[in-house]
């Protein structure tokens, strides 16, 4: 015992030892700029797309015209998964040796990512930019947070109503105009033809349901004074969850399979040739081409609560910003004006189907391309955005909305009592958020 | 593991019967050796690298752990967006103070319980069976549990999703349950995930338990059988005391690894299950830490499963160690 005391004794004080020298408290990165030079590598993190050569020949023209006008500098461009792009990310944030100069980002992390502290305040450069002024105004709602532009919208996505021509041509009825009639619509075609979901929808499809919300004039949150208060147990947004959640049932999707999906799967059944009617975005027009149903359907606004008026879509769509960390801030800027300029939208949209986020440009798509339209008139009738608020992010991750929606389908918890308990939960967030 | 192995090595290492040598040896030692001093030192000096590793890949994490459970540390910390700020139990005390906590808890032990005790049964009653048959069906036993031990848990879990998938699963149809959805309601989720843990962790305590019981010398048994002892005697008087080592490092292995249960969960319940009926308490802690960033709250989690690992580790082995004073 005294032996082996006496060997603890020094062990535990070399432990100790060791412990101090390496680190008493948990690492925290240096993120600030690191000066502004004029020359050198800059290097670019963008989402590798399903079937992304397109992308990269319209990167890749852009990148070229953008080092002939700026001497001396050079562009890398990365590809990075989409999957993990969280991590990559946050590990950019957390090392900043070897983060990027630019990222592109989907714009719902746009308030969070400004809280770590990650991306750089461009609202002069934005400010100044003349092409800037034609920016759709709810893609630049989703750059800004508090008052100031954290980068430039890539381009924007919205979700319309796709539906099956020819079921709808064999059962004799059209389109619905407005929301009550999607419902009545779905059901009818689900007591028809048992086996497709009338409409698909997934009780964590939280983009799919928003449109019921706001369509009822409910509100996700409000704002006061820069602090957020959830609006999701307000009269208006229960009548939305109501509509929502009506659809789920053995009379249109039953919750045994449809509470636990999300939007890709109703995407998925729908392109499968299993619902009539599914929310899908302009993004998942590739995937539903390359489906069961191709050539047999048709897309239109989704309906709004007043006959022939459409619901407010959520704006989705990615950004483009410059990293606070960077050490070329000026080229990075001019980088990121040249990637998200018109010329580049334009082309990126011919390539891809991305909607850009100017007004102009997005016009001129439409006349080209006749599938985009119910996706342009869903945008130009109003489109919303999530709360701008760093506890967005975290309300999001731990699925605050889709468990609502579950516990509601699942007959666990009322209406009132579920958005009641979302509520407390937002509200949470939103505190712990500042 | 291998510490555990040596309580049943000295019946076989002391069968030799050569006693006499070490015995006349050991004192002619200990008389050269002249300080105890010396024997006391080295045990340490053999340990010391193993202690050494062990500080650096266990106390340290562990240290980590404990000192950022205090603070205020999420994403906007790690990254410089805002400082790191101390905050004494807070995170502890918002932990306990949410009700989801505690059912996720619950959720937890029971299900680690059912699980344990399920695997238990069924790797001992196949051990049992090992020992009974030919070598053929033998073998093939042998095979297919070492098939599903090398399963990675997310392919595992994948399969097992498919093969009860209300839509396309084979298993429904065998049944003939139609279109039922097994994932959807709360206890026949954890039902599904109970048997693709039990699949993929029986095959560790049979293989273990069937070595014990081949490594039980059988001229003891013999003996036993020849003065007259009932099939549950010689059980209960030899066999079991001289599996109780194995079994103990069985049973603590699968109680940790059963708390600890997440590639399952998480695959099987799609993260948690509908309104998050089906999580565990590692999904919920991977839910704080790492998918909303609250890296501080997550940590404080991880030492409570710590806390609740050790002093259940602590538990079994003391009444395990009374019982065996008894026998």
């Known amino acids: 015992m005294k032996l082996s005391a006496r060997i603890a004794a020094p062990v535990a004080a070399l432990v100790l030892a060791g412990l101090t020298a390496t680190a008493c408290a948990p690492q ?407 | 593991m291998t510490t555990h192995t040596t309580p049943y090595k000295p019946p076989a290492a002391g069968a030799p019967p050569k006693g006499g040598a070490p015995a006349v040896r050991r004192p002619r030692r200990g008389r050269s050796v002249s300080p105890a001093r010396r024997s006391g030192w080295t045990p340490w000096l053999y340990l010391l690298p193993a202690l050494v590793l062990l500080a650096g890949l266990l106390v340290y994490p562990i240290y980590q752990l404990g000192l950022i459970s205090f603070l205020e540390y999420t994403q906007a910390q790690v990254s410089g967006g805002e400082p790191t700020t101390f905050k004494g139990f807070g995170n502890y005390t918002a932990l306990f103070n949410d009700s989801q906590f505690w059912q996720v808890l619950l959720a937890t032990v029971v299900f680690a319980a059912s699980c344990v005790l399920a695997t238990l049964f069924v790797g001992c009653a196949l051990a049992v069976l090992l020992t009974r048959i030919r070598a053929l069906p033998r073998l093939a036993l042998m095979m297919a549990a070492l098939g599903a031990w090398a399963t990675p848990a997310i392919t595992g879990s994948t399969v097992w999703v498919f093969l009860f998938d209300p839509d396309f699963g084979p298993v429904n149809k065998v049944l003939g349950l139609g279109d039922f959805s097994w994932t959807y309601g709360r206890y026949s989720a954890f039902a599904l995930v109970l048997l693709e843990v039990l699949w993929c962790s029986f095959p560790f305590v049979m293989v273990t338990v069937y070595a014990g019981i081949r490594a039980i010398p059988t001229e003891v048994l013999e003996a036993a059988s020849l003065d007259g002892a009932s099939q549950w005697r010689i059980w209960r008087a030899i066999t079991a005391p001289m599996l109780r080592p194995i079994l103990v490092v069985v049973t603590i292995q699968s109680i940790i690894w059963d708390f600890k249960v997440f590639t399952q969960i998480y695959v099987m319940t799609n993260g948690g299950g509908i309104a998050g009926q089906n999580l565990v308490l590692n999904v919920y802690a991977y839910q704080k830490a790492f998918a909303s960033s609250q890296y501080s709250l997550g940590s404080a989690i991880g030492v409570v499963m710590l806390v609740i690992l050790l002093a259940v580790t602590l538990v079994y082995l003391r009444l395990v160690r009374r019982q065996g004073e008894e026998l």
């Open chain 1, 28 to 434: 925290t990165s240096d993120t600030s700029a690191q000066g502004d030079e004029k020359t050198g590598t800059l290097r670019v993190w963008l989402f590798q797309e399903v079937g992304n050569k397109p992308k990269e020949k319209v990167v890749d023209a852009a990148v070229d015209a953008f080092e002939k006008s700026h001497e001396g500098a050079e562009v890398e461009i990365e590809y990075i998964p989409v999957d993990t792009r969280a991590q990559r990310i946050k590990a950019a944030f957390n090392d900043p040796k070897s983060a990027p100069d630019l990222i592109e980002y989907g714009n719902t992390d746009t308030a969070g990512y400004v809280k770590d502290g990650g991306l750089a305040d461009v609202t002069e450069e934005f400010g100044a930019w003349d092409e800037a002024r034609d920016t759709d105004p709810i893609a630049k709602q989703s750059v800004t947070v508090d008052g100031k532009v954290y980068g430039a919208p890539f381009f924007v996505g919205v979700r319309a109503l796709y539906y099956r021509t020819d079921v709808f041509e064999d059962l004799g009825i059209d389109a619905p105009k407005s929301q009550a009639e999607l419902i009545s619509t779905a059901k009818k075609i689900h007591r028809a033809k048992p086996d497709l979901y009338g409409l698909a929808v997934g009780g964590a499809y939280t983009y799919g349901a928003m449109p019921f919300i706001w369509a009822h004039g409910g509100e996700l949150a409000g704002e006061s004074g820069g602090t957020y208060t959830s609006g999701i147990n307000s009269e208006k947004s229960r009548k939305g969850i109501e509509a929502y959640t009506s659809l789920f049932g053995d009379d249109n999707c039953p919750p045994a399979k449809c509470a636990s999906m999300g939007g890709n799967a109703t995407v998925t059944a729908f392109a499968s040739g299993k619902a009539a009617m599914a929310i899908g975005g302009d993004f998942s027009h590739a995937a539903v081409e390359a489906g069961a149903v191709k050539g047999k359907y048709a897309v239109v606004p989704l309906p709004g609560v007043a006959e022939g008026s459409i619901a407010p879509a959520f704006a989705g769509g990615n950004n483009i910003g410059v990293l606070k960390s960077t050490a070329h801030r000026t080229l990075a800027v001019d980088l990121m004006k040249s990637l998200t300029g018109k010329k580049t939208q334009a082309e990126m949209f011919d390539a891809m189907g991305f909607l850009p986020t100017y007004t102009d440009v997005l016009d001129n798509a439409a006349k080209k391309q006749p599938f985009v339209a119910p996706f342009v008139q869903t945008l130009s009738a109003g489109a919303k955005f999530v709360p701008t608020s760093p506890a967005w992010g975290q309300i999001d991750a731990s699925l605050v909305l889709p468990t609502m929606f579950q516990e509601i389908v699942s007959g666990r918890k009322d209406v009132a009592r579920a958005s009641d308990d979302a509520a407390e939960k937002m509200n949470a967030a939103f505190a712990a958020a500042g």
